[in-house]
C-alpha cells in the first residue's frame, strides 16, 4: 500500500494508486465538436476544448502512475431502446438524439460523433464505458467494474461539470467511494454553473467530495 496525501479542497486527500480510478467522462466528439449533440443544443463548444491539454497531461499521469483508466461515452443503441422518449423529446434542439448531424447520428454509439476526440483517445487496454444516462453508473455495470478492480478511490476529469460529472460523482460518493474532481479538467458550457459545482461538492466538510487543480495531482501523481 502506497498511500500519497496531496493539498486540496475541502482538505487534504489521500489516496493510493493501486485503489484509486481516473475516470474521464464524455470528451466526446458530440460535446466537444462543432455539429453535435452539445452544439445542437445552442452551446458554443470552444471552452470545452480549452481543457483538452489538461485532460491529456492528467491522463498521461495517471497511466504512468498506474491507476486504473476508464473512460465514458454518453451514447444509445442505434434502435435506441435505451433512451428514454423523455430525454430525446425534451427541449427544441436543431438536432435530436438519434438524428443524422454532420458527424453521423447525435449520441449513437457507433456514429463519429460518439466517439471520443482523437487527442484523449483510450489505449487498447483501458476501460471504455458506454453510458445511457448522465450518471455513469446508471444501467451500466461500473459499480461492479470498480469493485472487481479493488477501487475505493476516484479523481474525475470531463464534461460536462454540472451534467454527467456530477451526477456521476453524487452516484459514486452515495456508493461508498472517496471522490477528487480535477478543477481546470473539467468544463461546462456555462461558467456560473461550473463555478456552482465546485463549490457545492466541497462544502459541508467534502459533502459530495474534494476538488484540486490539475497541478496538485500532477505533483502527487509524480
Ligand atoms: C450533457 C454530459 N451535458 N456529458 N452530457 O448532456 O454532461
Known amino acids: 500500500m502506497r498511500k500519497t496525501v496531496f493539498s486540496a479542497q475541502p482538505f487534504a486527500f489521500s489516496f493510493d494508486p493501486a485503489t484509486t480510478a481516473f475516470i474521464v467522462i464524455d470528451m466526446q466528439r458530440d460535446f466537444l465538436e462543432p455539429g453535435g449533440f452539445g452544439a445542437a443544443l445552442g452551446n458554443d463548444v ?29 451514447c444509445h443503441r442505434p434502435d435506441l431502446s435505451d433512451c428514454p422518449p423523455s430525454k430525446r423529446l425534451r427541449g427544441d434542439p436543431s438536432l435530436r438524439i438519434g438524428d443524422e448531424g454532420p458527424m453521423g447520428r447525435i449520441l449513437i454509439a457507433d456514429a463519429q460523433g460518439a466517439a471520443i476526440i482523437p487527442e484523449l483517445a483510450p489505449l487498447p487496454d483501458e476501460i471504455v464505458l458506454e453510458k445511457p444516462g448522465k450518471g455513469a453508473f446508471h444501467a451500466t ?26 451526477t ?13 474532481l480535477a478543477e481546470d479538467a473539467t468544463e461546462s458550457y456555462f461558467p456560473a454553473f461550473k463555478a456552482a459545482t465546485l463549490e457545492m461538492i466541497r462544502a459541508q466538510g467534502a459533502i459530495v467530495g474534494w476538488t484540486a487543480t490539475s497541478a496538485q495531482l500532477l505533483e502527487a501523481l509524480d
Open 46 to 74: 470552444a471552452p470545452l476544448r480549452a481543457i483538452i491539454p489538461t485532460v491529456s497531461r492528467l491522463l498521461s499521469a495517471a497511466r504512468t502512475s498506474g491507476l486504473c483508466v476508464i473512460h465514458t461515452r454518453e
Open 168 to 180: 456521476t460523482m453524487r452516484e459514486a460518493n452515495d456508493r461508498g467511494y472517496d471522490c477528487l
Open 141 to 166: 455495470a461500473l459499480d461492479e467494474i470498480l469493485r472487481t478492480h479493488g477501487i475505493s478511490q476516484i479523481i474525475f476529469a470531463g464534461v460536462t461539470t454540472e451534467v454527467c460529472v456530477q
